[in-house]
């Protein structure tokens, strides 16, 4: 049904004129009425996201800050900051209050035309923010955001969404290890299930820094997973013995690479075990997340373990690069493990690679993927393209991984 306030008839007595003008007045306030019903239900279905959020950067990389406000009529309009004016706790002058969209999904922003963020209030009072950039150079990043609370943003300089812990790896001298680990707490109610996220081998001449997988440790913990990521031994400030990529005083073969695997294992064991004594966490059985050789851990770690691992993400793993593999009976090395593995794991497994990978090739990963199910493994692949200029990277690029990410966790928690 359409409503034209301004039409009245083709009277044209006082009487009729002012019979218009009362029916103007009534439909005026219907429409005013509607329109503040539609904006009251609007603001009801996110009560908890009005406020400033402030505490993280867009993937590590830009810190943000959020304003979240209701205008004259209770619709949602946002403010967002970015750099140097968020560190500094400014909005900046030029930066306009933008419209905000309730949907199911949370609530949208549509900064430009080619920048949506999304917001979504987590049960335990944070914003979990989307950031998207349209096509063609699509980017999406996260941050997970505190609240500020009425007092002017503090400057929060490196504030992040984790905090971190030390791990000790019993040995049987008693002179225990001991690792270095960021802690992401899961945005949702405890218990919250968790999930050990791996890293790769360690750059030469970079031994001592901490390596944050941001991205995915950020989707995860909004979705309800508590995500610890560890430094192995001998890298970024963990206690222990260092197996480097390519050890100087022996050949590189695949007593070696075992050797490796078996130090990865003990330090898995040892951050379940201490996870089981940590409040509000489920450590029965973690998800596994790996990159590089550390996709590759979490595979075997699956075969290690088949009945305590709730399913494993593996972004490009494998061993060393094409051109170093070290050969075994089987074939190349990290395709034999992975077979192996296959004929031992249980879990889900969901297998991510991108066919401009400059260290495991589309070739390579395929053959792994392809060995590993015909020993009796369960998994998908997904293999990306276009992501330049090297897709062994892309656990940092969202885009590529989102959505295949989503829905495997899905799975996992129904």
Same mark, same amino acid.
Do not use: K
């Given at each position: 049904?359409?409503?034209?306030?301004?039409?009245?008839?083709?009277?044209?007595?006082?009487?009729?004129?002012?019979?218009?003008?009362?029916?103007?007045?009534?439909?005026?306030?219907?429409?005013?009425?509607?329109?503040?019903?539609?904006?009251?239900?609007?603001?009801?279905?996110?009560?908890?996201?009005?406020?400033?959020?402030?505490?993280?950067?867009?993937?590590?990389?830009?810190?943000?800050?959020?304003?979240?406000?209701?205008?004259?009529?209770?619709?949602?309009?946002?403010?967002?900051?970015?750099?140097?004016?968020?560190?500094?706790?400014?909005?900046?002058?030029?930066?306009?209050? /933008?419209?905000?969209?309730?949907?199911?999904?949370?609530?949208? /922003?549509?900064?430009?035309?080619?920048?949506?963020?999304?917001?979504?209030?987590?049960?335990?009072?944070?914003?979990?923010?989307?950031?998207?950039?349209?096509?063609?150079?699509?980017?999406?990043?996260?941050?997970?955001?505190?609240?500020?609370?009425?007092?002017?943003?503090?400057?929060?300089?490196?504030?992040?969404?984790?905090?971190?812990?030390?791990?000790?790896?019993?040995?049987?001298?008693?002179?225990?290890?001991?690792?270095?680990?960021?802690?992401?707490?899961?945005?949702?109610?405890?218990?919250?299930?968790?999930?050990?996220?791996?890293?790769?081998?360690?750059?030469?001449?970079?031994?001592?820094?901490?390596?944050?997988?941001?991205?995915?440790?950020?989707?995860?913990?909004?979705?309800?997973?508590?995500?610890?990521?560890?430094?192995?031994?001998?890298?970024?400030?963990?206690?222990?013995?260092?197996?480097?990529?390519?050890?100087?005083?022996?050949?590189?073969?695949?007593?070696?690479?075992?050797?490796?695997?078996?130090?990865?294992?003990?330090?898995?064991?040892?951050? /379940?075990?201490?996870?089981?004594?940590?409040?509000?966490?489920?450590?029965?059985?973690?998800?596994? /997340?790996?990159?590089?050789?550390?996709?590759?851990?979490?595979?075997?770690?699956?075969?290690?373990?088949?009945?305590?691992?709730?399913?494993?993400?593996?972004?490009?793993?494998?061993?060393?690069?094409?051109?170093?593999?070290?050969?075994?009976?089987?074939?190349?090395?990290?395709?034999?493990?992975?077979?192996?593995?296959?004929?031992?794991?249980?879990?889900?497994?969901?297998?991510?690679?991108?066919?401009?990978?400059?260290?495991?090739?589309?070739?390579?990963?395929?053959?792994?993927?392809?060995?590993?199910?015909?020993?009796?493994?369960?998994?998908?692949?997904?293999?990306?393209?276009?992501?330049?200029?090297?897709?062994?990277?892309?656990?940092?690029?969202?885009?590529?991984?989102?959505?295949?990410?989503?829905?495997?966790?899905?799975?996992?928690?129904?």
């Amino acid at each position: 049904m359409r409503i034209d306030p301004d039409h009245g008839g083709g009277d044209s007595a006082p009487g009729a004129t002012m019979a218009r003008w009362s029916r103007r007045a009534i439909l005026r306030g219907a429409l005013a009425a509607l329109a503040a019903t539609e904006a009251a239900a609007r603001s009801a279905s996110t009560p908890g996201i009005v406020g400033d959020w402030a505490g993280d950067a867009w993937n590590d990389t830009r810190q943000t800050r959020i304003r979240v406000a209701r205008d004259g009529v209770g619709a949602l309009m946002v403010e967002i900051a970015y750099g140097e004016d968020a560190r500094m706790g400014r909005l900046p002058a030029d930066m306009h209050r /933008v419209p905000a969209t309730v949907r199911a999904d949370g609530v949208v /922003v549509d900064v430009s035309p080619r920048l949506r963020i999304t917001l979504t209030h987590t049960p335990d009072d944070r914003v979990f923010a989307r950031w998207e950039r349209a096509a063609p150079w699509r980017d999406v990043r996260y941050a997970l955001l505190r609240r500020a609370g009425p007092e002017p943003w503090p400057a929060l300089g490196r504030d992040r969404p984790w905090r971190m812990l030390r791990i000790p790896v019993p040995r049987a001298n008693g002179d225990d290890d001991e690792l270095v680990a960021t802690f992401y707490p899961a945005a949702g109610r405890a218990p919250a299930p968790l999930a050990l996220l791996i890293h790769g081998d360690v750059t030469p001449g970079q031994e001592g820094a901490v390596i944050h997988h941001g991205a995915i440790a950020r989707l995860l913990a909004s979705r309800g997973w508590a995500v610890v990521e560890p430094m192995h031994r001998g890298a970024g400030g963990s206690r222990g013995r260092f197996f480097p990529e390519f050890p100087v005083d022996r050949s590189l073969d695949a007593a070696y690479g075992d050797a490796m695997a078996a130090a990865a294992f003990e330090e898995f064991d040892a951050v /379940v075990d201490a996870a089981r004594g940590w409040p509000g966490i489920d450590a029965r059985r973690p998800l596994m /997340v790996g990159q590089s050789r550390g996709g590759l851990f979490a595979i075997l770690q699956a075969a290690r373990r088949p009945a305590d691992i709730a399913g494993v993400i593996n972004f490009a793993g494998g061993a060393w690069c094409d051109a170093d593999e070290p050969a075994t009976s089987a074939g190349p090395y990290a395709r034999a493990r992975f077979a192996e593995a296959g004929a031992l794991a249980r879990a889900p497994t969901l297998w991510l690679y991108a066919d401009t990978d400059l260290c495991v090739s589309p070739a390579t990963s395929r053959a792994a993927f392809d060995a590993y199910r015909a020993a009796g493994g369960s998994g998908d692949l997904v293999m990306s393209s276009g992501l330049y200029p090297d897709g062994h990277g892309l656990i940092l690029r969202p885009s590529y991984w989102e959505a295949p990410v989503l829905a495997f966790i899905g799975r996992l928690t129904r």
